[in-house]
């Protein structure tokens, strides 16, 4: 059987090499992809820098769930992820998603203001809606994770 502990070593290869990939997003491929557009599209220059700002801090958010994640692993390793430091780890990574959250609420909105094709805010929309879930989702996981911590101290003081 595959157990967690067995899992730790091969995600977090794949964690590095995710940030890895991001980073080259962030400094290469995003500037240089808006560049473009905006050289394509002279109408729509003005947007160049807001996406490339927008962008390049949804990527930062991914890579502080990644460093999160990496950080909670290593509580797992070392059997330590029923503590309160693992608490402050997950914490980082709902506030990361809220702040995307945020960020993706206000383009959308400000894309559905301005669109004349509902083919982008329906995307975006269900970006939205997606990212919803992932941080909801993250609200209870964290609740899951602070009442086992609770159950494991309480059981570890009984013993």
């Given at each position: 059987m595959f157990t967690a502990q067995r899992a730790v070593a091969p995600l977090k290869a794949f964690l590095v090499l995710?940030?890895?990939i991001l980073v080259l997003f962030q400094v290469m491929s995003l500037p240089g992809q808006f560049a473009h557009m905006a050289r394509e599209n002279p109408d729509m220059a003005y947007l160049r820098w807001p996406a490339t700002a927008v962008t390049v801090f949804w990527v930062l958010c991914v890579q502080v769930v990644i460093v999160?994640?990496?950080k909670l692993l290593t509580l797992v390793k070392n059997d330590r992820i029923f503590s309160e430091a693992s608490l402050a780890w997950v914490d980082a990574i709902v506030w990361a998603i809220a702040a995307a959250w945020l960020?993706?609420?206000?383009?959308f909105l400000y894309v559905g203001f301005h669109a004349d094709d509902p083919g982008l805010p329906i995307l975006l929309f269900l970006l939205v809606t997606g990212v919803t879930v992932l941080g909801l989702l993250m609200v209870v996981m964290r609740e899951l994770l602070r009442q086992a911590t609770t159950l494991r101290t309480d059981m570890e003081a009984v013993i």
């Open positions: 995710l940030f890895g999160c994640t990496w960020v993706l609420v206000a383009v």
